[in-house]
């Protein structure tokens, strides 16, 4: 099967964009990781293109998978003919954040960036 374009819209650290990334590797999918927290313009695209705003979101050629989990995207890609070609997920594929990733996000949120030296101030 020709592997279409993908672009997975994630956060950098996630429960759900982590098993997101996990099956994509499982399936061997080269896909483009879209930072929705650092990047404005990422989240305002899945917004636009999902209809909806809750993440992950995953565009696999024309088909968007909105809000969806490791397994939800790992279920369309087994219905859709896409076969394993990498590595088991080391991480779960259907869970949320855990309280230390919560912390580690609001931790990074605080911090100023190149982009936004008052960013948190």
């Excluded at 929705?36 to 809750?54: A, C, F, H, T, W």
């Excluded at 219905?79 to 259907?94: F, I, K, L």
């Amino acid at each position: 099967m020709a592997n279409p374009k993908v672009i997975a819209y994630l956060k950098p650290v996630c429960g759900w964009s982590g098993g997101v990334r996990a099956v994509l590797a499982k399936y061997g999918l080269e896909y483009e990781d879209r930072d929705i927290i650092n990047n404005p313009d990422n989240y305002r695209e899945m917004v636009m293109k999902s209809g909806q705003p809750l993440q992950p979101c995953v565009q696999v050629g024309d088909t968007m998978l909105a809000d969806v989990s490791g397994d939800e995207l790992e279920g369309w890609l087994i219905q859709n003919g896409y076969q394993p070609g990498g590595p088991d997920p080391a991480v779960p594929t259907d869970r949320s954040c855990t309280d230390e990733e919560h912390e580690a996000m609001a931790r990074a949120a605080q911090q100023p960036t190149i982009a936004n030296p008052h960013f948190g101030r």
